[in-house]
């Protein structure tokens, strides 16, 4: 069965890191892109960020550029998204999600809190 | 960066009748080169994730009930529910994924009159 699984999400201070960790199952993640969607609590979906099957091509959105970084470990088949500089705005439930073009499988999200 | 547009934002339907979400992109989204238009649909049910019902503005996920259909071209979309039921209450989101940053419509909520 094609998965995925997030991990990672904690309550956090302002200003501080968190690694949010996304384990796929039943396919390679070095054969597909990967998204990275945020949806804060009663909100829209926001999308984050992207990195293309072999991780030459990384997209951000200008909210989080600069503060947020994508990468992968082929060898465990999880894809990481490093949550740096965080603001109270980005708490929220994270989702990652597989797709070059429309997004067909979705974890179920990790929730970030981000509050003094 | 592109914008995406729904309306309704809300929208009550009576079981049965016919619902119609409209999503308007702010640029075109329609690739000339192999006639696509990049959009799908997606329908998120309470703490659930999302699931894509459409691609490509029109085609059909596998598994997905045919009375769930998508149209236009362009800048100018929409979603079909030819005959509300009950489980079709959810979020429902438009996404352009034609250039970063990909982004989705503000959601329409789809309930029972």
């Known amino acids: 069965e094609v998965q995925l699984v997030e991990s990672g999400g904690d309550l956090v201070q302002p200003g501080g890191s968190l690694r949010l960790s996304c384990a796929a199952s039943g396919f390679s993640i070095s054969s597909y892109w990967i998204h990275w969607v945020r949806q804060a609590p009663g909100k829209g979906l926001v999308w984050v960020a992207r990195i293309n099957n072999d991780g030459s091509s990384i997209s951000y959105a200008d909210s989080v550029k600069g503060r947020f970084t994508v990468s992968r470990d082929n060898a465990k088949n999880t894809l990481y998204l490093q949550l740096n500089s965080l603001r109270v705005e980005d708490t929220a439930r994270y989702f990652c999600?597989?797709?070059?073009?429309?997004?067909?499988?979705w974890g179920k999200g990790t929730t970030v809190t981000v509050s003094s | 960066d592109i914008v995406m547009t729904q309306s309704p934002d809300s929208l009550a339907v009576s079981l049965g009748e016919r619902a119609t979400i409209n999503c308007k992109s702010s640029q075109s989204i329609l690739y000339r080169s192999n006639n696509k238009n990049y959009l799908a649909w997606y329908q998120q049910k309470p703490g659930q994730p999302p699931k894509v019902l459409i691609s490509?503005?029109?085609t059909r996920e596998s598994g997905v009930p045919d009375r769930f259909s998508g149209s236009g071209s362009g800048t100018d979309f929409t979603l079909t529910i030819s005959s509300l039921q009950a489980e079709d209450v959810a979020l429902y989101y438009c996404q352009q994924h034609y250039n970063a940053p990909y982004s989705f419509g503000q959601g329409t909520q789809l309930e029972i009159k």
């Open positions: 490509w503005a029109s």
């Open positions: 999600a597989k797709g070059a073009y429309h997004l067909d499988v």
